[in-house]
């Protein structure tokens, strides 16, 4: 459904605008029953909101304590990311949330950390009620604490690499990750430096584009350098692991004089532009193909979004694993290939076909005379599964589609819909539905 935007949901039982795949999984009727009678929590266990134990996410707390337990057992990535994200929803609960400089306004709050590549790695809803610091653990303020929690799951004293923005970015913070051996850098607000030394903004707004100023102090013994850098706008950035130097030079458009210039840029700022994009892009990966499924009940607008979010971790992982075994960029499967091919496995592999849907592929077969592409296959899953593949008689032979072979058949698999030799001498049927 994803794949397929249609004005309402019921329209892909339409006898005019459905889609087939759908119609043959489950009739109208049975999936409004199932999204009706859906939970994912026992809810007479659910505590008053006055109660002072009470979880605000009680309803859907099992789901993101499952996602952040299979999220964890991918290898992280040496760059990290910690940044916001909005699950864009009107609905009226005390979890929604307004920033108006975001582009979707009201919406559900969530903290994630994620790769450079996108991989999201942990969740956390923004509840108002999940700032507890552990004993362990500093109380470095509400925002500097969404990334000590979630920073929890990093190896410590491995050279890990933690990048976030000006909204969780305090010396404090720095200095507590510098000595759990995990390296930090992100963009910083003027009025969280104590007793700053850089120049005021308003002598550096003097100066030409490309200035750049660096102070490195002692923070409780953790050396954290602070650079300013003068682009369209000022931009105030603390470290512990680079700073103002090796200076590169970057492209930019000079309205004055009509033309693009070369300016100097620090090494941070280069550095935290590499790697500062991860839930970025992951949000742009969701926001493609988007389950747009409208529900009164708020737990149900967040399991559609981690369903996204599920499905570009899982094309994301699937990329890394192919980059490892050395595939060609040309035979790796594009997102929306990657969804159709999970959604075609999980509504085919091990159900029976009916003989109404037998009749409409073989007809469709016989209907292609021209020569095109290959006719389609069935993902891997689907043929082993081992459910439902009869041999049926097609009225007109066939060209047998299995791998190196140039036979005809009378022969069709009822749920595949694909011509496969089954004589004395060849047995194509049994070998495709094992390979």
Excluded at 75 to 100: F, G, H, W
Excluded at 269 to 296: A, T
Excluded at 305 to 324: E, G
Aim: charged content about 25%; proline content about 5%; aromatic content about 10%.
């Amino acid at each position: 459904m994803s794949l397929i935007q249609l004005p309402r949901v019921t329209n892909h039982w339409s006898s005019v605008l459905g889609t087939p795949v759908i119609q043959q999984t489950m009739p109208s009727n049975k999936f409004e029953k199932i999204r009706q009678y859906l939970h994912f929590n026992d809810n007479t266990k659910c505590l008053h909101r006055t109660h002072p134990d009470s979880d605000r996410i009680f309803k859907i707390r099992p789901v993101v304590d499952a996602l952040n337990e299979s999220y964890g057992k991918v290898p992280l990535e040496k760059q990290l990311r910690v940044d916001e994200q909005i699950c864009s929803t009107k609905a009226r609960n005390m979890l929604k949330r307004y920033n108006p400089k975001k582009p979707h306004k009201w919406g559900y709050k969530l903290y994630v950390l994620s790769g450079v590549s996108g991989f999201a790695y942990t969740i956390e809803i923004e509840s108002g009620k999940e700032n507890v610091v552990r004993p362990d653990e500093p109380d470095l303020g509400a925002s500097s604490n969404v990334v000590v929690r979630l920073s929890r799951m990093i190896p410590r004293h491995q050279n890990y690499r933690l990048y976030f923005d000006n909204y969780f970015t305090s010396l404090h913070l720095l200095e507590y990750l510098a000595k759990e051996g995990i390296l930090g850098l992100g963009t910083i607000r003027r009025n969280r430096i104590p007793d700053c030394k850089l120049s005021s903004e308003k002598e550096i707004m003097k100066k030409d584009r490309g200035y750049s100023e660096e102070y490195i102090a002692d923070v409780n013994g953790v050396d954290v350098s602070t650079v300013v850098w003068k682009d369209n706008k000022l931009v105030t950035l603390a470290s512990t692991f680079t700073g103002l130097n090796p200076i590169s030079e970057v492209r930019r458009y000079d309205k004055k004089n009509s033309r693009y210039i070369n300016i100097p840029r620090p090494n941070v700022v280069s550095e935290y532009n590499r790697h500062m994009g991860g839930v970025d892009l992951v949000d742009s990966i969701m926001g493609i193909y988007k389950i747009k499924l409208r529900s009164k009940r708020w737990q149900m607008r967040l399991f559609y979004h981690f369903l996204d979010l599920t499905m570009a971790n899982a094309w994301l992982f699937y990329k890394r694993v192919c980059k490892y075994k050395n595939i060609p960029n040309k035979t790796i499967m594009a997102s929306a290939d990657f969804r159709l091919e999970i959604a075609e496995t999980l509504c085919k592999m091990g159900v029976i076909t009916g003989l109404t849907i037998r009749r409409s592929i073989e007809g469709q077969i016989l209907a292609k005379k021209h020569k095109g592409p290959a006719q389609h296959v069935p993902p891997q899953a689907v043929r082993q599964d081992q459910v439902g593949h009869w041999p049926q008689w097609a009225e007109k032979k066939i060209r047998c589609k299995f791998p190196k072979c140039a036979g005809f058949t009378h022969t069709v698999c009822d749920k595949c819909g694909v011509a496969l030799c089954y004589t004395k001498n060849k047995n194509c049927f049994r070998n495709f539905h094992l390979l």
